[in-house]
């Protein structure tokens, strides 16, 4: 079992940067790929970001290409990513995910989630 704690959201201003983190425990998620997902009220749970057990392998959804950045730093079993330029469009609960195969931006392959933090961006 793994257990995922995001942590970083808040409210911020168009055009601020935010970095969430995701601190994993009860296995090492060295070989896990992990992923952020994000859920605005009213809307289903989409892709952010995902990135490869090695973190040389990036993938982005269209909206965030560029503004967002995904790394890992497996010695501290932990993710992050990185929010640049936010826009109102971009809050959100953000939930952290993983699963010990190939990187994906489907939710469904993911089987262990956090609980999310919320990243609110007033215009």
């Known amino acids: 079992q793994v257990q995922l704690v995001e942590s970083g959201g808040g409210l911020v201003q168009a055009g601020d940067s935010l970095r969430l983190s995701c601190a994993a425990s009860?296995?090492?998620?060295?070989?896990?790929?992990m992923g952020w997902f994000r859920q605005a009220p009213g809307k289903e749970r989409e892709f952010v970001a995902a990135i490869s057990w090695s973190g040389g392998s990036t993938t982005y959804a269209d909206s965030v290409k560029g503004r967002f950045t995904m790394s890992r730093d497996n010695g501290k079993n932990t993710v992050y990513l990185q929010m640049n330029s936010l826009k109102p469009e971009d809050t959100a609960v953000y939930y952290c995910a993983a699963d010990p195969s190939l990187p994906s931006t489907s939710r469904y392959d993911y089987a262990y989630w956090g609980q999310g933090t919320q990243v609110t961006v007033s215009s």
């Open positions: 009860g296995r090492t998620i060295s070989s896990y790929r």
